[in-house]
């Protein structure tokens, strides 16, 4: 455990490359690959870098295990007194506890150890029931004094949401979990018991935090029961435990005494078969104590060998430095298979969203098409800006025939846009990856008929002061209307074949020089009004994709933290 500088910043790097990782689109895998993010980010943050950092911290041994298995009532035999709320109500546990011997409290005081939990702190009480510790010689095996029952502990005693932060805590509203702190003198100096939630809970926020909490052990104390001991779940952390190569116990609990030796004999035959044969395996008989009811603690005999392993782990330097190093080193092995996994699922991350990112660009592309066929062919000379027009000069004003035009120009382009948004709607939906992606991409249309309106307007004024501007340069002003010229040169553009009477007009009005250069900057003005319109609306659409921040960085960043890790170890 004697690590270099070099490798624990190695380490903090790569820890920085997996928290930023992101899977948001509903690819294969992306589901597995969250959970394993998150997972690995327990791991590194709540056991591996502070352990690295504070090899000395007392010995963290999580007890896990299934709804009902017993955990609480093996937590609070082994410290001696109710520490955490047994019973048959489910969820019991729902914020963790950790138990230490009060000379230990400074390590889980800060944030040193298990760094993402908030602090619920609970002072030392003297119990009234000696543990298994305080059961040997009339001392503990840790020399920890029993408690002589002469404090105010009640061992019947339930903790309120008020007083400790419990149930609904800090665990289930959002926030960082919630960790109460209870320190007995039990529990000898070097180790630390820590009661976690079900693993199979019905409460998904309980299934995490238990997950979080067994990446941070030391030790891993798998308990399950007589009726339960082939259950999937179980079974799936213990494989989890071997994948790691954790320092792993399992508890065997409220086993019938009649069925004791068959049952333990088909539970080590299943552990034999899974490659775990050689995991310490303790049993603990059915015991009127088991259900959690009056005291909840079970008799210092039928805890003694779990206690006395756990004991000489803790205060034997050889097996705490074999135990330590042996999780610590199977957490850093596992990076191998690990962090490639990772790499590779953000690889299709980038891809899926380049993919998606193409069928809008392909969409815009087909609707700027669209708008230029209809430009050329007369399509916004229509309808009541031809009515206009054919009115005009007798009829129609110069404002209405331009509003008139605004307003088909404007429909144009918002009937090209609904298209291209449909037809990137299609092609998302189609698609694995964008079909919970498209509907916060398609929040930006409700706005675009508006935005579109506003564009097309402004491009209208712009006209107007273009053909103002070109009429003042002539050498004899007064013989042009601005307004006219304007009319004209918005047909020129616009009309097709119906505004070649038009630019025949402008020509005479302007001179054939000034003709051209006046339908060349409008030709300008207004393919730049159009392009920005297209442009801003498909940027629009691509802005939901852009923060999904799904970059081929972050493949590389993976791949280049575990290779200089490699590297330092």
């Known amino acids: 455990m004697d690590v270099r500088p070099q490798m ?44 690295l950092h504070a090899p000395d911290a007392p010995l963290v041994a999580v007890i896990g295990g299934s709804t009902g298995a017993g955990k609480s009532t093996l937590v609070n035999s082994l410290a001696g007194r109710q520490v955490s709320a047994a019973g048959v109500l489910r969820p019991t546990t729902r914020t963790p506890v950790l138990v230490c011997h009060p000379d230990d409290h400074h390590w889980f005081a800060g944030q040193r150890v298990l760094p993402g939990f908030t602090r619920v702190w609970t002072p030392t009480v003297p119990g009234r029931h000696p543990g298994p510790g305080a059961m040997k010689d009339g001392k503990g095996l840790a020399g920890g004094a029993a408690g002589n029952g002469s404090g105010a502990y009640d061992p019947y005693e339930t903790y309120d949401d008020e007083r400790y932060g419990e149930e609904p805590g800090a665990a289930s509203d959002g926030g960082p979990p919630a960790l109460r702190i209870e320190t007995v003198d039990t529990v000898p100096p070097g180790l630390a018991l820590l009661d976690a939630p079900d693993i199979d809970s019905l409460v998904s926020r309980n299934r995490e ?20 001991y082939a259950d999937a779940v179980p079974w799936h952390l213990l494989r989890t435990a071997k994948e790691y190569d954790a320092t792993l116990v399992t508890v065997l609990d409220r ?55 756990l004991v000489r782990h803790a205060q034997d330097p050889g097996a705490r430095a074999a135990a330590v190093a042996r999780t610590a080193r199977g957490v850093l092995a596992s990076l191998n298979a690990r962090l490639p996994g990772l790499a590779g699922a953000a690889a299709a991350q980038h891809a899926a969203a380049l993919r998606l990112a193409h069928c809008v660009e392909e969409a815009y592309a087909q609707a700027a098409d669209r708008v230029r066929r209809d430009i050329v062919g007369g399509g916004v000379l229509a309808g009541n ?6 009115g005009y000069p007798q009829d129609s004003g110069a404002a209405e025939f331009l509003d008139a035009l605004a307003d088909s120009l404007t429909a144009l382009m918002c009937c090209a846009i609904a298209d291209a948004d449909e037809r990137t709607e299609r092609a998302w939906r189609a698609d694995r990856a964008g079909a919970g992606a498209y509907e916060p991409a398609s929040a930006p249309a409700a706005g675009a008929a508006a935005r579109i309106g506003v564009a097309v307007r402004r491009w209208r004024r712009c006209l107007e002061e273009l053909a103002d501007e070109e009429v003042r340069a002539l050498e004899r002003p007064a013989n042009a209307d601005p307004d006219r010229t304007a009319v004209l040169l918005a047909a020129v553009l616009l009309g097709a074949d119906r505004g070649r009477a038009a630019g025949e007009t402008l020509a005479e009005t302007l001179g054939a ?29 691509l802005a939901p994709l852009d923060a999904l921040d799904v970059t081929p960085e972050q493949q590389a960043a993976l791949i280049a933290a575990l290779s200089v890790l490699q590297k330092e170890r």
């Open 8 to 51: 624990l910043e190695a380490l903090s790097a790569l820890r920085d490359r997996v928290a930023a990782a992101r899977f948001p689109l509903a690819l294969p895998g992306a589901a597995r690959a969250r959970r394993d993010r998150a997972e690995l980010l327990a791991q590194l943050d709540d056991y591996l870098i502070p352990r």
């Open 209 to 228: 935090l238990a997950a979080e909490l067994i990446c941070a052990a030391d030790i891993w104390v798998m308990v399950t029961t007589a009726t339960r």
């Open 255 to 309: 086993v019938p005494h009649q069925v004791v030796t068959d049952v333990s004999r088909q539970y080590g035959a299943l552990l034999d078969k899974a490659g775990l044969g050689d995991v310490p395996r303790f049993t603990i008989p059915e015991l009127p104590e088991s259900t959690g009811v009056g005291s909840g603690l079970l008799p210092a005999s039928a805890v003694a060998g779990l206690w006395e392993w």
């Open 385 to 390: 800006a031809l009515t206009r027009w054919r």
């Open 513 to 541: 020089q000034g003709a051209v250069r006046l339908r060349d900057r409008g030709g300008r003005l207004l393919a730049e009004c159009l392009d920005g319109l297209l442009r801003g609306e498909r940027d629009r659409r």
